[in-house]
Structures are given as structure tokens and as C-alpha cells.
């Protein structure tokens, strides 16, 4: 995380000329999250449980509401450093597994998040439109509970880093504000054998962006 800052803070000063003074911005996203990996680690769980000989039957989210916070520094018209603070969503799955007389339900529930940084390149395409690409690291985290025939679990946090890479398309109709839509993957989020939704997360969000 800190060789990436120092990288990210390099590139803007070597970047910045007097032409143009460095701004900062702040803004807010709402979109919707995927757990990409969701139906391939449900798939496997159940693939064990045939072993045994028990069937099982599962409902799961795949997809969730999601929402961030974004504040960064544009160091030129075409390169940025932004850090957000990102809600992936909350997802809940749901399970029945029986063999012979023997019958257990269970459900649970993950909620994901990240503290991200990235760099972000801007590149106009026409007028005030441009594309934009990032490329960066998270700090992301599931947090999972559940209940397996009416006892409790443990609820557990499952952190660590992950790598992030979007792209999208940014409006600037006056300085002051950005209207920007994107899509960002959150790569390797989470263990996979604790977790249904641990793996690759998407995320399309439409962001306001107020430049000072």
C-alpha cells in the first residue's frame, strides 16, 4: 500500500506543470456490485456435499446495491490520484441439504467492503468527454455471519489486499463538476473456502465528482 502512494505522489509532481494547479475534488457514487465468483463456489459446496451422499438445494445474491466515497488530487488534465472508500454490497444465501432422515438449513450473510487507491488516466475523446482507465490497490474485506439450524455461527472478517483496474467515461459540462460512469474489478477478494461470495467483484456505479 505505501510503495503504490509514493508512486501514486511521484507521478503527480513529475506530471504537474505551472500550465495547469493541481485541484482537488471530492464526490459520491451509487451503483451495483456483483460477487462474480458467487455460483462457482456455491457449485463447489455442493459438489462436496453429493460426496457424502447428501442433495442440497441453494438460494443465493448475486448482485447488491452498492455505494462509495471519493476524494482525490488531479494533478493535470490527464492523471489523478484518488482514494475511495467503497460498499460492495450485502448478500445473503440461503440452504437446505438432506441425506436419508437427516435434514439441516442454513443461511448467510456477507457484507463486502474496500478502502481503495488508484491512478487514473484521463484521455479526451471529444469536447469535454473523455475515457478513463485506473489501476490500483484495495484493502477489502467480507465480513460473514450465518446460522445453521437455528444456532448462531461465529461471524468472522476475512481482510486483504486486492488489486483494482476500471474504466469508464468522465463529462466535465463546467470546471467545477465531473459526471463520471464506470466499471471497476476488485480482483482475489476474500478465501473462497469460508466465504460464497469470496473471489472477483464487479462494480458499475454513475459518480458526481465536485472539483475545487
Known amino acids: 500500500m505505501k510503495s503504490i502512494i509514493k508512486l501514486s505522489v511521484c507521478l503527480l509532481f513529475v506530471t504537474n506543470s505551472s500550465a495547469y494547479a493541481a485541484s482537488a475534488y471530492i464526490g459520491g457514487s451509487l451503483g451495483s456490485a ?5 455460483g462457482s463456489n456455491v457449485n463447489d459446496t455442493q459438489a462436496v456435499l453429493a460426496g457424502f451422499g447428501a442433495s442440497s438445494v441453494v438460494k443465493y445474491d448475486r448482485t447488491s446495491p452498492a455505494a462509495s466515497f471519493v476524494a482525490g488530487v ?3 488534465p490527464y492523471l489523478a490520484a484518488e482514494f475511495a472508500l467503497s460498499y460492495l454490497g450485502s448478500y445473503k444465501l440461503s440452504a437446505s441439504a438432506s ?3 437427516l435434514s439441516v438449513n442454513g443461511d448467510e450473510s456477507d457484507t463486502v467492503s474496500a478502502i481503495s487507491m488508484a491512478v487514473i488516466g484521463k484521455f479526451p475523446v471529444y469536447r469535454k468527454i473523455k475515457v478513463i482507465g485506473k489501476v490500483g490497490i484495495a484493502d477489502a474485506s467480507i465480513r460473514a455471519s450465518c446460522n445453521v439450524s437455528g444456532a448462531v455461527c461465529l461471524s468472522t472478517t476475512d481482510s486483504g489486499v486486492s488489486a483494482v483496474i476500471g474504466a469508464g467515461v ?3 459540462p463546467v470546471h467545477a463538476l465531473e459526471i463520471r460512469a464506470d466499471y471497476t474489478l476488485y480482483t482475489n477478494v476474500g478465501n473462497k473456502n469460508n466465504d460464497y461470495t469470496a473471489g472477483n ?6 459518480s458526481a465528482l465536485y472539483h475545487f
Open 170 to 172: 468522465s463529462l466535465r
Open 201 to 206: 467483484f464487479g462494480l458499475i456505479e454513475t
Open 74 to 76: 488531479e494533478a493535470n
Open 99 to 101: 441425506s436419508g432422515v
Open 34 to 38: 456483483a460477487a462474480l465468483d458467487a
